[in-house]
C-alpha cells in the first residue's frame, strides 16, 4: 500500500515532501476511477455527496487538485505493469501526468515486474 500511502502522506506533510514515485500503485477499488471516466477525465470529474464518508472519492479529489497545481507542485512518478490487475486506476492517473514521468513495462502487479519498475 506504498503508493496509496504516498498520496495520503503528502496530503498530510507537503512541506516535507520533494516528489513522489508510484510503483504498480492500489489507488482504490476502481468505482472513483469509473466515475472519472464516466465525466471523460479528471478535468470535469466531481466527486459524489459521500467524499466526506468515502477515502477513495477523498483520495481521487486530493490527486486531482494536486495535479492541476503542477507545475510548482513536487513530481509524481508513476510505474506500472501492463497487465497489472490495478492498470485501469494506474492508466487514469498517467493521463493526467507527463509522459517522461509514467514508465510502463510488461507484467503484472507481482515481485518479478516490481523489481523492474
Known sequence: MGGLG???I??????EITGIILI?????????????????????????????EDWEQNIWLF???YLEKRPD?????LSY???????NQQQELAKSLPAEQVLVLDGGHDNRTIKKL
Do not use: C, H
Not at 81 to 87: A, K, P
Open 81 to 87: 505493469g501492463s497487465q497489472d490487475r490495478f492498470r
Open 63 to 65: 490527486i486531482k487538485q
Open 24 to 52: 504498480s500503485p492500489f489507488l482504490g477499488a476502481g468505482r472513483t476511477v469509473e466515475e472519472i471516466q464516466a465525466a471523460g477525465g479528471m478535468k470535469f470529474w466531481t466527486p459524489g455527496k459521500e467524499i466526506d
Open 6 to 8: 504516498s498520496w495520503f
Open 73 to 77: 507542485a513536487p513530481p509524481v512518478y
Open 10 to 15: 503528502l496530503r498530510e506533510y507537503p512541506e
